[in-house]
């Protein structure tokens, strides 16, 4: 069932799916962009004609491994195609619980509003006694209001149309990097409140059960898992900056002097406590206090971009601009790349106000003004990391794809991980394809008798990189389930397709999985293209220019080499060789449907 919410006109109905999308597309991301697709076009992303769609999947609402997740999407504000990302909460529970797959919220209020939902009862409730509080105030009393609820909500940062805002569940759990939080701002939808009590089917309860209870069992008994539980993902700051891979300094360099000040072993020796998403045994959300003796809960990715990318030490500091982001809602990742890229704008003297790299005190004042548009530089950052380049006449320092910021991983030798950035669903993201720890295998950096690394551009990187985009950002994005637990611990994907089965009743392989991952792929694809109004070519698949252009003693990547891997890339994805689903493609994806859009664009 998918909910519809029109804010603009108060209408509330309630729409079946059918079964043919379902198989097709299975939920979260698949789901998402289907309707995307029918139902979004044209729009200005920060109008009422955008739509948000929250969507769950077939492991929300039972109790599946890491199975805690919803995916938030809309036509992004910042990259103007599609986009989304998957959060963390209770929320995820509630929906399915509540007898909705996804939420469709058109139009936009008057005045601040919030969503509340109760099993079949749907109300629009006034939020102008929230507008302005910060995520964590805002959850907090709508708790104190409902009770046990799921809740998503947003910031300052949301309110005041920042492109990379997110939002924000459970005090640190965050979703929709390309600007979602600024679509509910958009909207003046303050938040979405669930509680749901119903029984979601599963149609084999006995497989069910079993696939499940084994799974938990396991989990524990890996070998992975007693340092996991440790530093989560927190390890990865050493091991990045062992590797020439830690972004640093506006990703100018790849090695930070005072890493050991922000890694997993200093947040072992700050950590009070860890969190985690719904139905997770695994947690790897560790909280610390920071500089104001607050919690903040840290991983890599945000430590990362706040810590080394602007030359700020000491995790308690960094904690505590992670926590602002939270409280603000805004995205982590792309506030560090923001932040960095300002900082070296600073430093070489085309911008005249704002902090130097290291500068814990001036990046403080500056988030504050970014949240808050306040001022020109405020106003001009809020933009995001590409229109603010646009404006300075700085390109070659903007470390972005499609206009969405660079995560954690400096890329100057690593060409199998700067394609997984160049050709991600939503823009410069890991998540659908952390293919970096494969390409670095087991010769860490620093163990190489020279220091020269011999940069390696196989097609076999193309392959790889199609291949974890199909599990990650395919299968894990339309079941909607975290991919940790095969990521960081090696467990069996064949479970996944198993646990699938029972709940929906037919016969799911992985491969029909991947299938189904490479229908949503080259649906996002043609999104972007219909978005772009055919003005779309390969160099919309290319990483950032420093990485072809700086270098890591004297290496960078090679765009000719680069070149060949795209190509390469589209071959197995079945695109032509400007990055478009061919008309044979998209048949064999019963993808037909995006023919008379595309029209005379497909070859």
């Known amino acids: 069932m998918i ?84 959060i963390g909460t209770m929320a995820s529970v509630y929906l399915r619980k509540a007898g909705y797959m996804a939420i469709v919220i058109e139009g936009a209020a008057d005045k601040p509003v919030y969503l509340y939902i109760d099993d079949d009862d749907v109300h629009i409730m006034s939020a102008e006694g929230l507008w302005g509080l910060s995520t ?17 909500s947003i910031g300052p940062a949301g309110e005041n149309l920042v492109r990379y805002a997110v939002v924000i569940s459970q005090e ?21 409140v669930v509680k749901g009590t119903k029984d979601v089917e599963v149609k084999d309860k006995e497989s069910f059960e079993k696939y499940t209870r084994e799974v938990f069992k396991l989990i524990p008994t890996l070998p992975a898992y007693s340092f996991w539980i440790r530093q989560g993902t927190m ?42 998403c719904p139905n997770c045994n695994m947690i790897c959300g560790n909280v610390v206090l920071d500089i104001e ?23 308690n500091r960094v904690a505590h601009l992670n926590r602002l982001a939270d409280e603000f809602g805004m995205d982590t990742i792309s506030l560090g790349a923001v932040l960095g890229f300002a900082m070296e704008a600073v430093e070489r003297g085309v911008l005249k106000e704002g902090p130097k790299f290291g500068d814990y005190e001036g990046a403080l004042e500056l988030i504050k003004k970014i949240a808050f548009k306040q001022g020109e530089l405020g106003a001009l950052l809020a933009e995001g990391v590409k229109r603010a380049s646009d404006r300075l006449g700085l390109e070659e320092i903007a470390m972005h794809v499609k ?53 390696d551009y196989s097609l076999d990187k193309a392959a790889k990189v199609v291949e974890q985009q199909r599990i990650r950002g395919g299968m894990f994005e339309m079941l909607t389930a975290c991919r940790l637990p095969w990521v960081e611990l090696g467990l069996d994907l064949e479970w996944y397709a198993k646990i699938l089965s029972s709940i ?47 270098g890591v003693n004297g290496q960078h990547l090679d765009r000719d080499r680069y070149d060949d891997l795209l190509s390469e890339y589209y071959r197995i994805r079945g695109w032509d060789e400007r990055g478009i689903p061919t008309v044979d493609t998209l048949k064999k994806l019963d993808l037909e449907f995006v023919l008379s859009e595309l029209g005379s664009i497909l070859k």
């Not at 289907?34 to 004609?49: Q, Y």
């Not at 640190?172 to 979405?192: Q, T």
């Not at 394609?419 to 939503?426: E, K, M, V």
């Open 293 to 315: 003796g607050k919690e903040s809960e840290v991983d890599y990715e945000n430590v990362g971009m706040l810590g080394p990318n602007t030359g700020i030490a000491f995790l």
């Open 235 to 276: 390890a990865t700051v050493e091991w990045a900056n062992k590797n020439r891979a830690l972004p640093t300094r506006n990703f100018s360099q790849v090695k930070f002097e005072y890493a050991r000040t922000v890694d997993g072993y200093a947040m072992e020796a700050m950590k009070i406590s860890r969190r985690g």
């Open 3 to 86: 909910l519809r919410v029109n804010l603009t006109t108060k209408k509330i109905s309630k729409d079946p799916i059918s079964e043919k999308v379902l198989e097709q597309f299975i939920g979260g991301r698949g789901l998402a962009a289907k309707i995307l697709w029918d139902e979004v076009r044209g729009v200005d992303p920060l109008s009422a004609e955008n739509k948000l769609v929250v969507a769950a999947g077939p492991f929300n609402g039972l109790r599946t491994p890491s199975g805690g997740k919803l995916v938030l999407a809309a036509k992004s504000p910042l990259t103007g195609g599609y986009g989304d990302g998957n």
């Open 504 to 550: 929906v009743g037919k016969n799911y392989t992985l491969d029909d999985i991947y299938l189904a991952a490479d229908r949503v792929y080259s649906l996002i694809r043609s999104y972007w293209v219909r978005e772009f109004q055919g003005n779309w070519n390969r160099t919309m698949d290319y990483p950032p220019r420093r990485w072809f252009e700086d």
């Open 172 to 192: 640190g759990r965050a979703g929709g990097r390309p600007g979602i939080g600024a679509v509910m701002g958009s909207k003046k939808l303050k938040a979405i």
């Open 136 to 152: 964590f105030e805002t959850e907090k009393r709508l708790k104190q209001v409902h009770g046990n609820v799921g809740v998503l």
């Open 403 to 455: 206009g969405l910021e660079v995560s954690a991983y400096n890329c100057y030798i690593y060409p199998a991980m700067a394609l997984a950035y160049g050709t991600c669903a939503i823009g410069a993201h890991h998540k659908e394809a952390w293919v970096i720890a494969w390409e670095i295998g087991s010769t860490p950096m620093e163990e190489s008798k020279s220091k020269e690394y011999v940069v």
